[in-house]
Every structure is written in C-alpha cells, then in structure tokens.
C-alpha cells in the first residue's frame, strides 16, 4: 500500500494520514509515513514525544547531506540526477508506535521547473519508498498542488484528497484528479471530513462520484481536544479512529 494523501490547508489530512498510519501499526505492518510538509505536524499527530519531533531535521535542510550525495558543493555546481538514497528511510527515520517517522520537507523556493539537488533529493528518496514492497507507506503531502506540478509523487499507487463539506474543496479534488492522471497516477479517492450531519453527506455524495468516496469522517471535537494536548487523536478519539478503520477497510479490498 503507497498512498499520497493530499488536500488544501485545514481539511485534516494530517489527522487521517497519521490515524491510518496507526491503524496499520496496529495489525503488525511495517509502516512508513513520511511528511512531505514544510509545516511538519504529523509526528505529533502520531503521538511522538516533543522532544523526539525537536530533534528532527528535514531531509531538504541537511545542506551536508545533499552535498554528499549529489555530489553538489561550492566550486561544483554539477550534480547526479540519481543519488544513493537505498539507505536514508532507515537511517534517518524515528520510531514510535510502530510507525517510521521520515520528515523530509519540502523545497520551499522550487517552482514546477526546480531542478535544483534538494528537490532532485526529495524525489530520489520519494520514489524509492515508492518500491518498498513490504512496507506501508503513508505520505502527508503540503498542502496545494505544487507538488503534483514538481511531479515529487508520481511513483505512488493512488491518492487520497481529503475534503470539507465545501464548493473549494470540491474543486481541489477535480484539480488533484487531472494533476495525477498526467502523472499516470488512475487512482484518485476521497476521503470526507468534518462532516456535520445528513445534509454534508448529501452535498458530498452530489459532487463525488460513488467510486471515488472512501467515506466520511464526521466534525469531532475530541479529535481538536487531541490537537490541543498535542496528543494522537487515535490515542483519544474512539469514534474517530472506528471512522477511519472502516474507510482503511475499504482501501485494503481495492489494493
């Protein structure tokens, strides 16, 4: 299982992607999730401990690393398209729960175009977690479609765009959908959240096709009482965490 799960900013991505992740732990699977954020906030969500999150550094900001690998530096301004990279999901990675936490970062400055050795870097080890055949590999993308035009996940199964109740959201999905399909990417899926009642179902229902609706995650105040203590809402939220189990279930009979 290789998902990219992406969304606009606030719809809850980072609640699901840290909550299947744990649910995947749960059953005894090797899990991999790896926050492709600059706003990096899913070691949280995964229940680390602050002081193990405060230790981390992104893989984009470790100038000597890149350096090393590439083969970029001061009076060398060539670098390999292709570095050795078979290594740093292990080596880089912080373990709790049974999940792996790799945080890579992003490419702050990098348009569509960026060819630059972080980005090049970020790819490299992107599609190599991509090939990690036992392995889950859950991935908490930045929010907004950037990444989709740097082609950063091209190498994943399928995405999840998670979405609010809302015409914007909506129109993020429809922009996710023709974004992947260039990247040969068929498998574009949705996952509703913040759903208030009947009515929000309804609407979701009206907009997605029942093909690509994984299901729905209702407006939880337990899941912002888990944010507040800085706690995993799979720690906190039953009703949540059932939520997301039957939306895992669905995805585990398509894969």
């Known amino acids: 299982m290789k998902i990219a799960i992406t969304g606009k900013g606030g719809v809850g991505k980072t609640t699901f992607a840290a909550t299947l992740a744990r649910l995947y732990a749960e059953e005894g699977c090797t899990v991999l999730a790896a926050d492709v954020d600059p706003d990096a906030n899913l070691g949280l969500a995964l229940g680390f401990p602050e002081e193990v999150l405060d230790s981390i550094v992104p893989i984009s900001k470790m100038r000597k690393l890149i350096e090393e690998r590439t083969g970029v530096g001061p009076g060398n301004a060539m670098y390999t398209l292709n570095p050795k990279v078979d290594d740093i999901p292990d080596t880089y990675s912080k ?26 870097m970020l790819k490299r080890i992107l599609s190599y977690l991509s090939l990690r055949s036992k392995d889950v590999v859950i991935m908490d993308m930045e929010a907004g479609l950037e990444h989709l035009g740097r082609g950063t996940c091209e190498g994943m199964e399928q995405f999840v765009v998670v979405i609010e109740p809302g015409a914007r959201s909506i129109q993020t999905y429809k922009n996710v959908k023709r974004l ?76």
């Open 95 to 120: 373990t709790y729960n049974g999940v792996k936490l790799l945080t890579l970062g992003t490419v702050e400055t990098g348009g569509g175009g960026c060819v630059c050795p972080e980005h090049v």
């Open 180 to 255: 992947a399909h260039d990247l040969g990417i068929q498998t574009v899926r949705v996952v509703a959240n913040k759903v208030r009642g009947a009515e929000d179902e309804e609407f979701i229902r009206s907009k997605i096709p029942a093909e690509d609706l994984l299901g729905f995650i209702h407006y939880n105040p337990e899941v912002i009482d888990a944010d507040r203590q800085g706690k995993s809402p799979y720690d906190v939220s039953k009703s949540a965490k059932e939520e997301i189990r039957k939306i895992k279930e669905i995805l585990d009979q398509s894969n």
